[in-house]
């Protein structure tokens, strides 16, 4: 069996899934050998708060360190809030002969042995120094959690597996555990539930964190990104008054300390907010359950107190003055969203229910009034407007935020030919730009629906838009701008230089009516002619001004067709 443990290198490899915790929680940490985007900061960081883990000092985490035994089981306690009783544990006799009595973690190997969680190596030792395995360090956590009865090693591994603390970690079940994925793994077994066995199954009870945190339940009601009216480093919550037949009445209103987490991404929803116990400063945040309705808005409209999308009913709310809405990244009530905006097509929406009774909290984001904006100029510093005359402000008064995603990340790296959609909140003051670079470069194979779509490349487009006065036809080719949904909307098309010939048109009789279908051609020569094949329909638009730059096609010796060259400005000097 040790052979074959030898020869075995089981890697456990699974997708990089985060929890919650790593997600939610800021990455900055007191330590210089963890840099803020490293995997494990937010992990270490939480740890570092809750006072789980101290460092291995100089200023270091020690990331790349191995994790001895001794350590493992100091984690572990404080894990389950049992610092104290590892500390009354130092005077009892160690109970391992390789641990002498003054060792420095003899009391939390003591109490870790009394509490199961450790077991020793045999032959009445501990190796305290040995180094910790990455199959050994997750035994060591499932105990703490309350699993018991797990085959070694494959039990201990799916275990771990099964319940997200393996998640993003690639090692080997007896490879050397090292400092930084150990932060992960505490982290994650920080979130998870404890269980405990009745007549010999298991039951869930409180999340592991519960022993080191407290925990209040809260509605979150604002942020100072949505409202000006909320403090920096604030939030707007609302407490839990009663919670009667699963309906939930609220407190009135207060702030409480944001910490280090992102409260933005748990407006409108019920959550539990586990603090430290000493400071009160927010470390992990638990969504319960909220009932919502999320959809795609397609004319989206509210008569009297019902919210239609599509023209199906979605959900009865209260009256539009009591719903609130956060629109566009702005705080707002409903019924100003329906007198001053618009819920436009394409947005996203969610209507929240926070007393899991009474649908009266909205998120609408990427509600663009303008969209597939074609950008005639590239933005510059001191601009206050999108394609200079437009109405799309992005500087002055109302606006005092700009928030540009997409492709680029600020506004000045706008450029000409890019696709935007722009938005605001209702009063203006911020407005949010998604800029779309998506493009397609080939050759139109075929047309569908009378240029609906197109075949380019292989791949079917719907079009949206096209190049100026030209409906799509097979062989254009050249680039094909696509909007945020893969749509094309506007065409850069190729001018082939071989097919066809170039002239300036000379309007017959002195722009007099053009009858027979005649126009004089100058060509390049300095040839003229005369009986050129156009479209009488639109001649006095399109070819009856003199000096116009045009293209010519030549069929049985004749000039067949006449199309006058966009986007081309010619002067000339007689």
Do not use: H
């Given at each position: 069996m040790k052979r074959l443990k030898k020869l075995?290198?089981?890697?456990?490899?699974?997708?990089?899934?985060?929890g919650a915790m790593a997600v939610g929680f800021a990455a900055t940490t007191p330590f210089t050998d963890v840099k803020d985007d490293a995997p494990y900061a937010s992990a270490v960081a939480r740890l570092v708060a809750l006072d789980i883990t101290k460092g291995v000092g100089d200023g270091k985490f020690g990331v790349d360190q191995p994790v001895t035994r001794a350590q493992m089981v100091t984690f572990v306690n404080r894990m389950l809030g049992y610092e104290g009783l590892a500390e009354m544990a130092k005077a009892e006799k160690s109970v391992f002969k390789d641990v002498p009595q003054n060792h420095w973690a003899v009391g939390h190997i003591n109490l870790a042995y009394q509490m199961g969680i450790a077991k020793g190596v045999g032959d009445g030792k501990f190796d305290p120094n040995g180094r910790l395995t990455y199959a050994q360090a997750l035994a060591f956590v499932l105990r703490a959690l309350g699993y018991q009865d797990l085959s070694w090693p494959y039990g201990v591994l799916a275990k771990a597996q099964d319940i997200g603390l393996t998640a993003g970690i690639n090692l080997a079940y007896n490879q050397v555990m090292l400092r930084g994925d150990l932060a992960l793994v505490l982290d994650r077994?920080?979130?998870?539930?404890?269980?405990?066995?009745?007549?010999?199954?298991?039951?869930?009870?409180?999340?592991?964190?519960?022993?080191?945190?407290?925990?209040?339940?809260?509605?979150?009601?604002?942020?100072?990104?949505?409202?000006?009216?909320?403090?920096?480093?604030?939030?707007?919550?609302?407490?839990?008054?009663?919670?009667?037949?699963?309906?939930?009445?609220?407190?009135?209103?207060?702030?409480?300390?944001?910490?280090?987490?992102?409260?933005?991404?748990?407006?409108?929803?019920?959550?539990?907010?586990?603090?430290?116990?000493?400071t009160g400063e927010p470390v992990f945040v638990d969504v319960t359950a909220t009932p919502e309705k999320s959809f795609t808005a397609k004319r989206f409209e509210v008569v009297n107190t019902v919210v239609?999308?599509?023209?199906?009913?979605?959900?009865?709310?209260?009256?539009?003055?009591?719903?609130?809405?956060?629109?566009?990244?702005?705080?707002?009530?409903?019924?100003?969203?329906?007198?001053?905006?618009?819920?436009?097509?394409?947005?996203?929406?969610?209507?929240?229910?926070?007393?899991?009774?009474?649908?009266?909290?909205?998120?609408?984001?990427?509600?663009?009034?303008?969209?597939?904006?074609?950008?005639?100029?590239?933005?510059?510093?001191?601009?206050?407007?999108?394609?200079?005359?437009?109405?799309?402000?992005?500087?002055?008064?109302?606006?005092?935020?700009?928030?540009?995603?997409?492709?680029?990340?600020?506004?000045?790296?706008?450029?000409?030919?890019?696709?935007?959609?722009?938005?605001?909140?209702?009063?203006?003051?911020?407005?949010?730009?998604?800029?779309?670079?998506?493009?397609?470069?080939?050759?139109?194979?075929?047309?569908?629906?009378?240029?609906?779509?197109?075949v380019i490349n292989d791949k079917t487009y719907t079009v949206k838009g096209y190049a100026e006065n030209k409906t799509p036809a097979v062989g254009d080719e050249g680039v094909f701008v696509l909007d945020k949904d893969g749509n094309i909307v506007y065409a850069i098309l190729k001018v082939s230089a071989a097919a066809e010939n170039y002239a300036i048109a000379l309007a017959a009789e002195a722009y007099g009516p053009l009858t027979g279908g005649k126009v004089e051609l100058l060509t390049a020569e300095g040839k003229k002619i005369l009986d050129a094949k156009y479209d009488a329909a639109v001649a006095a638009e399109t070819y009856a001004r003199n000096k116009d730059l045009v293209t010519y096609t030549v069929k049985d010796n004749k000039v067949d067709s006449v199309k006058r060259v966009e986007y081309t400005f010619l002067v000339l000097t007689m």
């Open positions: 075995i290198a089981f890697v456990v490899s699974f997708a990089l899934v985060f077994a920080l979130q998870t539930p404890m269980v405990k066995y009745v007549d010999g199954k298991e039951t869930q009870g409180d999340k592991l964190i519960s022993k080191v945190a407290n925990v209040t339940k809260y509605l979150v009601v604002a942020t100072p990104d949505v409202d000006s009216n909320v403090a920096a480093g604030k939030v707007q919550v609302k407490g839990i008054k009663e919670v009667k037949d699963g309906v939930i009445t609220f407190a009135d209103a207060t702030t409480i300390n944001a910490g280090n987490i992102d409260f933005n991404k748990y407006l409108g929803k019920v959550v539990e907010v586990y603090t430290v116990k000493s239609y999308n599509d023209n199906k009913k979605v959900v009865e709310i209260p009256s539009p003055t009591e719903v609130t809405v956060i629109y566009n990244g702005g705080k707002t009530t409903l019924d100003q969203v329906l007198a001053k905006a618009k819920v436009e097509d394409g947005a996203s929406v969610t209507i929240l229910a926070p007393d899991n009774k009474t649908y009266n909290y909205m998120i609408v984001n990427d509600s663009f009034k303008y969209q597939n904006v074609r950008v005639t100029a590239d933005v510059k510093a001191g601009d206050k407007f999108i394609n200079a005359n437009s109405s799309l402000r992005i500087a002055g008064d109302p606006v005092k935020t700009v928030i540009v995603k997409g492709s680029v990340d600020k506004v000045t790296d706008i450029k000409a030919n890019d696709i935007i959609y722009y938005g605001t909140t209702v009063d203006g003051s911020k407005v949010t730009i998604l800029v779309v670079r998506d493009k397609v470069e080939g050759k139109v194979t075929t047309v569908i629906d009378d240029g609906a779509k197109v």
